[in-house]
T-cell receptor, first 109, second 114 residues
């Protein structure tokens, strides 16, 4: 079992809808959680970080963390075609980040 | 703002050849991480350096070695290349502790072994 699990998708949503991306992790001592966006052939770009239980909002993005359930999610409101990318969940494991397999999001006009 | 610089952007090598990838971290970042990402795969951690010392080691083959120099740039040396080494190689940098605040990736080097 991978330390960080994500549904590979693709997750297809219409333009303007809310996209919901989910991630579970296995290491209970993890304290830092990140969402990266990666366009095909490009490098991952950090879009959200969250450290405590609850919600954290930044523009159209909301990260949600539930440490008891070992679950972190990313909501994208008013999805745009430019949001179409692979979203990687990353969790700290010791002194580095461990990445999930990523969820491919497709936003259809 | 300055970003993480990687060179070369693309590299084509034959089997059994040697390749060297370079990474220049963001100024004042003291930690460098190397990741390998195969087609359709998530980034796999290879190795990291903090203040010019190796800090962690992941799934890096024995054929690969890396170091961080006094100016904090890092080089990943890959020998006896195999077809399976074809991948995107990302370098990332952070100010300590990167695992707490996340890190910034370079644009990557696409290595193709033929």
């Amino acid at each position: 079992q991978k330390e960080v699990e994500q549904n590979s998708g693709p997750l297809s949503v219409p333009e303007g809808a809310i996209a919901s991306l989910n991630c579970t992790y296995s290491d209970r001592v993890s304290q830092s959680f990140f969402w990266y966006r990666q366009y095909s052939g490009k490098s991952p770009e950090l879009i959200m970080s969250i450290y405590s239980n609850g919600d954290k909002e930044d523009g159209r993005f909301t990260a949600q963390l539930n440490k008891a359930s070992q679950y972190v999610s990313l909501l994208i409101r008013d999805s745009q075609p430019s949001d179409s990318a692979t979203y990687l969940c990353a969790v700290n494991a010791g002194n580095m980040l461990t990445f999930g397999g990523g969820t491919r999001l497709m936003v259809k006009p | 703002a300055a970003g993480v610089i990687q060179s070369p952007r693309h590299l084509i090598k034959e089997k059994r050849e040697t390749a060297t990838l370079k990474c220049y971290p963001i100024p004042r970042h003291d930690t460098v991480y190397w990741y390998q990402q195969g087609p359709g795969q998530d980034p796999q951690f290879l190795i990291s350096f903090y203040e010019k010392m190796q800090s962690d080691k992941g799934s890096i083959p024995d054929r690969f070695s890396a170091q961080q120099f006094s100016d904090y740039h890092s080089e990943l040396n890959m020998s006896s290349l195999e077809l399976g080494d074809s991948a995107l190689y990302f370098c990332a940098s952070s100010s300590t502790p990167g695992q707490t605040y996340g890190y910034t990736f370079g644009s990557g080097t696409r290595l193709t072994v033929v």
